[in-house]
Nanobody
Framework: QVQLVESGGGLVQPGGSLRLSCTAS????????MYWVRQAPGKGLEWVSA????????YYADSLKGRFTISRDNAKKTLYLQMNSLKSEDTAVYYC?????????????WGQGTQVAVSS
């Protein structure tokens, strides 16, 4: 059974930090590219960051560069998002997403999301 379980969300003051985790099971984690995607209240999905299967290439939305850091531990089958200098506009549900294309077929899995609220 494929599972992606996010954790680490919560309420934080502006300027604070949070570290999100996403633990995978039921598939070969180290073969998948991993993404963080968020959805702010009343808005659509927004891509936040991506990391390749080996963890040596990372990508960020331009607006988030320098504040967020994506990483992964393939031995622990876990994806991370370190979020610093948080702003109210970072308030959203954060989802982890796994993708792979193999043998002409696309594989994609989603977690259930973790809520991040930035407020004083």
């Amino acid at each position: 059974q494929v599972q992606l379980v996010e954790s680490g969300g919560g309420l934080v003051q502006p300027g604070g930090s949070l570290r999100l985790s996403c633990t995978a099971s039921g598939f070969t984690f180290n073969s998948f590219r991993m993404y963080w995607v968020r959805q702010a209240p009343g808005k659509g999905l927004e891509w936040v960051s991506a990391i390749n299967s080996g963890g040596d290439a990372t990508y960020y939305a331009d607006s988030l560069k320098g504040r967020f850091t994506i990483s992964r531990d393939n031995a622990k089958k876990t994806l991370y998002l370190q979020m610093n200098s948080l702003k109210s506009e970072d308030t959203a549900v954060y989802y982890c997403n796994a993708r792979r294309r193999a043998w002409g077929k696309d594989y994609e899995y989603w977690g259930q999301g973790t809520q991040v609220a930035v407020s004083s």
